[in-house]
């Protein structure tokens, strides 16, 4: 079976221009591996615009646990202490703020487990026999089979057009 192709190059240029060509070409489902970041590959393979929403999402979420948790407790089990007020607000506002933090920090961490496709035991690019250059000092695209635009022969040839060493990597 087919997972797809692994590109190499040796240069982080080469890489970012193969995965503009790429995308203009209309390939989506392609992922790239590098020894180190490289500026502007978000840039070019797009980043999730949901990631802002959700955080904020699950701050509004934090803040209304945090204060109907403390809102209901006082109400539910009124104290008299030192004649402050029953609903003193200002008293509220450390545990509110910990309780947004929390659920913001944990939210936050299970999306993106969730849009990463995570915990995965291996990653099809690591059954390519070469995996072990883009760890070192190399750059790669993995180019899924999965792909609506891929074509074994095509994708090839193109990727060998943009200067990369193609291998195929296929389940044992």
Do not use: C
Not at 68 to 95: C, E, R
């Amino acid at each position: 079976m087919l997972y797809g192709l692994m590109a190499y190059f040796d240069s982080a240029e080469r890489l970012l221009e193969a995965l503009r060509v790429l995308k203009e070409k209309g390939y989506r489902h392609l992922e790239a591996l590098t020894p180190n970041p490289v500026e502007g590959i978000e840039e070019v393979l797009g980043g999730d615009g949901r990631i802002p929403w959700v955080a904020f999402g699950l701050g509004v979420l934090g803040v209304g646990l945090g204060l109907f948790l403390q809102v209901y407790t006082t109400l539910d089990y009124p104290h008299n202490a030192g004649g402050k007020t029953l609903l003193g607000w200002p008293a509220f506002i450390p545990v509110t703020f910990e309780l947004t933090i929390l659920t913001i920090t944990v939210g936050i961490f299970l999306f993106l487990l969730y849009i990463n496709g995570l915990p995965l035991a291996a990653h099809p690019a690591v059954r390519a026999k070469e995996y072990v250059r883009v760890l070192m000092d190399e750059y790669g695209i993995f180019v899924y089979a999965t792909d609506p635009r891929f074509d074994l022969e095509a994708t090839k040839a193109l990727l060998r057009e943009l200067g990369a060493e193609v291998e195929e990597v296929r389940r044992d």
